[in-house]
Nanobody, 115 residues
């Protein structure tokens, strides 16, 4: 059983920054990758950024150059540094752990970008 807990969301002004954290606990043997998804009101959940166990990263075109995903294997934690935030970044952000045969999801943390 794997549990993922997101934190770091909140209200920020356009152009501001936030850092999201996702702490994993339980048995993560076989972990392939961790990633961040987001879902805005009335929209489908979309991939924001991902990082493999080897350190390779990928990003949605909409966040390239603004967001950075990183990990701390010793702490079983993945981070998402979000800079130059825009109102369209407003969404619930979810952490995902890919164990190959099964995915686990956190419950999400809300990011609101508004003046």
């Amino acid at each position: 059983q794997v549990q993922l807990v997101e934190s770091g969301g909140g209200l920020v002004q356009p152009g501001g920054s936030l850092r999201l954290s996702c702490a994993a606990s339980g048995s993560i043997f076989g972990l392939k990758a961790m990633s961040w998804y987001r879902q805005a009101p009335g929209k489908q959940r979309e991939l924001v950024a991902g990082i493999s166990t080897g350190g390779s990263t990928n990003y949605a075109d909409s966040v390239k150059g603004r967001f950075t995903i990183s990990r701390d294997n010793a702490k079983n934690t993945v981070y998402l540094q979000m800079n130059s935030l825009k109102p369209e970044d407003t969404a619930v952000y979810y952490c995902n752990a890919d164990l190959g045969w099964r995915d686990y999801w956190g419950k999400g943390t809300l990011v609101t970008v508004s003046s």
